[in-house]
């Protein structure tokens, strides 16, 4: 359930164009307005408005945004206004090439997407940057931890959901095969390990971890945690957590980017903008729960100016400051 609130009457794009790009002239720009509309339009409105404004001021509003915003406020609004796949795309892009390297970020896009978004990722990956994603994934990565996010793109994985209805015996077989891949052995076979968890769908992976708890009284994550390391480890545990609950994963990466002394604003920036308009809802209601403290209170507490108020206009602010 997203958090993004609109207009309950359905906007102008030319005017909502029109307004923003009075917000951008003068001295200074009028953040106020900007995050006004902006914050409160969806993707398709967005994109509308992005083509007004080309058609009526022959610009292109990103770069507009660029030049007259600054810092987070700058790098969230720049992700925002892109549509979702393109978003994806960007976010893997700067992971993958940017000035720092940023692994884990990569590989939380790329396992915690679900397949048809994947798909439509790969194809905004290679129309914006003029290249296949995996190209810059075999550059940046290595051993399992690479051949597991290249399955996962490459498998034609099951999509899944709610509703689907698992095999009791293909659970049974898959927990009993990732038992004798790891914790039976001395060693770990991770070609198991990367069989199951990028062919399998998000119903089918949660069924294989209570089968596993089940048949060998030890939670899988434990066994993945025992049995792997790094960014592989990383990789397989996002995929566990989020055939578990999305909107728990994703608490946690929000809870840990803003906990201890300073912010990792990309983690928070990311998951803020990205999940908006897919979960936000149901991932403050996991924070709430797990951390005992509202999202909104604790963004509040790590940011301010109007990058504070960019982010809490995404989330929706759970009392009046």
């Not at 679900?114 to 129309?127: C, K, T």
């Not at 293909?170 to 009993?176: E, T």
Request: glycine share 6%.
């Amino acid at each position: 359930m997203a958090s993004l609130t609109v207009p309950p009457v359905p906007t102008w794009p030319r005017q909502d164009a029109i307004d923003l790009h009075k917000a951008f002239q003068g001295f200074g720009c009028d953040s106020t307005t900007v995050i006004s509309i902006l914050a409160h339009r969806d993707a398709a409105q967005r994109a509308a408005i992005s083509q007004e404004y080309r058609a009526v001021f022959n610009q292109d509003l990103a770069r507009r945004i660029a030049s007259e915003l600054s810092g987070n406020h700058k790098r969230a609004m720049l992700l925002w206004v892109l549509d979702p796949a393109t978003r994806d795309a960007t976010i893997l892009k700067q992971a993958l090439t940017g000035d720092v390297t940023d692994l884990r970020a990569a590989t939380e896009v790329v396992c915690s997407r679900a397949p048809s978004q994947l798909r439509v990722v790969r194809q905004a990956y290679r129309a914006r940057f003029g290249c296949h994603v995996e190209h810059d994934l075999t550059e940046r990565t290595s051993g399992d931890h690479q051949r597991l996010l290249l399955a996962y793109l490459a498998v034609p994985l099951a999509e899944g959901g709610p509703g689907e209805v698992v095999d009791p015996a293909a659970v049974a077989l898959d927990a009993r095969d990732l038992y004798r891949a790891g914790e039976r052995r001395l060693g770990t076979d991770e070609r198991a390990f990367i069989r199951v968890f990028s062919e399998r769908s998000w119903a089918h992976m949660a069924a294989v971890a209570r089968a596993y708890h089940h048949m060998y009284d030890r939670s899988l994550e434990s066994a993945v945690k025992s049995e792997t390391s790094g960014n592989f480890c990383f990789g397989l545990l996002t995929v566990l957590r989020c055939a578990d609950s999305p909107a728990r994963y994703f608490a946690r990466v929000l809870h840990k980017a803003m906990k201890g002394l300073g912010t990792s604003d990309s983690a928070l920036i990311r998951v803020v903008v990205s999940r908006a308009e897919i979960d936000m809802q149901f991932i403050k209601a996991e924070y709430h729960r797990m951390y005992k403290r509202s999202l909104a209170d604790a963004i509040h507490a790590e940011t301010s100016g109007h990058y504070r108020t960019f982010l809490l206009s995404l989330v929706g602010r759970d009392r009046t400051y």
